[in-house]
């Protein structure tokens, strides 16, 4: 089972409808960590988590702290656990965001949000293609210049470059557009609303969740 956080930010059906299409995935929509508490309790195996999101990095992180799913993301990064945010969620993974002032993130990847130059138009919205940097089992069967759909105005700085899986061009600025460190992965885009390209980064990351819990289950 993959858990989706619901931050009261965002309509996650897209997410839902995005891993029943592309994997046939079963997820469940957490709201709080009592919810979390009940569903572990009931018995349920987490694989995975997904951390989605649109709006503001600040208000994001009040959710997750006021809800008491701040403390899930860490139990599940710490424990190992596959995890991946996506969009804003992906912003939340870093250390520090200049979104409507200085707020601190989980910091789980080391580096910082901030917003695109003037020189760019704002947001960075629409199809742009991939650069693959490296090759890793979330982009498997991606192929360099597969198109996927961006909407933001900040973007990520990453402290090490071993983070970055890979990246987007937009207007001479390079956008990390997939990050990761061990389990805990990245996407800047949203693979629910980025077609075939999209799904098939979605059937990856339960993948990535089957075997990781069948490594477990060996352990």
Same mark, same amino acid.
């Given at each position: 089972m993959i858990v989706l956080l619901d931050m009261g930010i965002g309509n996650l059906s897209s997410v839902q409808s995005g891993f029943a299409r %592309?994997? #046939?995935?079963? +997820? &469940?929509? &957490? =709201? %709080? #960590?009592? @919810?979390?508490?009940?569903?572990? @309790? %009931? #018995? @349920? =195996?987490v694989s995975g988590l997904v951390l989605p999101g649109v709006g503001a990095f600040g208000d994001a992180m009040f959710q997750l702290r006021s809800s008491g799913l701040l403390r899930v993301v860490r139990q599940m990064a710490r424990e190992g656990k596959p995890l991946l945010g996506i969009c804003l969620g992906m912003q939340l993974l870093l250390s520090v965001s200049e979104e409507h002032g200085s707020h601190v993130g989980l910091g789980i990847i080391p580096g910082s949000v901030t917003r695109f130059p003037n020189s760019v138009k704002v947001p960075h919205m629409g199809w742009n293609d991939l650069v693959k940097v490296v090759d890793h089992p979330l $982009?498997? #069967?991606? +192929?360099q210049g597969d198109f996927v759909y961006f909407v933001h105005s900040y973007k990520a700085n990453l402290q090490n470059e071993a983070d970055? $899986?890979?990246a987007a061009d937009y207007n001479g600025i390079v956008v990390p557009a997939v990050i990761g460190r061990g389990l805990v992965l990245g996407t800047q885009f949203h693979p629910e609303k980025s077609g075939h390209v999209g799904e098939a980064i979605l059937r990856n990351f339960v993948e990535i969740c089957r075997q990781t819990a069948k490594a477990g289950a060996h352990a």
């Open positions: %592309s994997a #046939g995935a079963e +997820t &469940v929509i &957490v =709201q %709080s #960590g009592e @919810a979390w508490d009940e569903l572990i @309790a %009931s #018995g @349920a =195996q $982009l498997n #069967g991606i +192929t970055l $899986l890979a």
